[in-house]
């Protein structure tokens, strides 16, 4: 069974930076893909962006291009989101997920295993 506990979140102002973690308990987080996706009130999950496992397959959604970086820890089981330039449209709940094997694509149906979030809001 794969646990993922997300960490960072908080609080901040337009235009201030924030790092989310993701950490995992596994065997071995090689064996996995890792994303975060993140979810308004209101709206659907969104996939914000993903690392396969090759740590030069890395993916982001067209809503955190030029913002935002994802990056993983095999040894230390954990991943990350810097987030910079925050927006308030950022606002959101995000998700750390895992699907066992290659890039799966960044969509929420192809990961299996989820966090329980970790909530960012980005004040005007």
């Known amino acids: 069974q794969v646990q993922l506990v997300e960490s960072g979140g908080g609080s901040v102002q337009a235009g201030g930076s924030l790092r989310l973690s993701c950490k995992a308990s596994?065997?071995?987080?090689?064996?996995?893909?890792m994303a975060w996706f993140r979810q308004a009130p209101g709206k659907e999950r969104e996939g914000v962006a993903g690392?396969?496992?090759?740590?030069?397959?890395?993916y982001v959604g067209d809503s955190a291009k030029g913002r935002f970086t994802v990056s993983r820890d095999n040894a230390q089981k954990t991943m990350y989101l810097q987030m910079n330039s925050l927006k308030p449209e950022d606002t959101a709940t995000y998700y750390c997920?895992?699907?066992?094997?290659?890039?799966?694509?960044?969509?929420?149906?192809?990961?299996?295993?989820w966090g329980q979030g970790t909530q960012v809001t980005v004040s005007s």
């Open positions: 596994v065997y071995s987080l090689m064996d996995y893909s």
């Open positions: 690392i396969g496992r090759q740590t030069s397959d890395r």
């Open positions: 997920a895992a699907s066992a094997g290659w890039w799966p694509g960044l969509r929420p149906q192809n990961f299996h295993y």
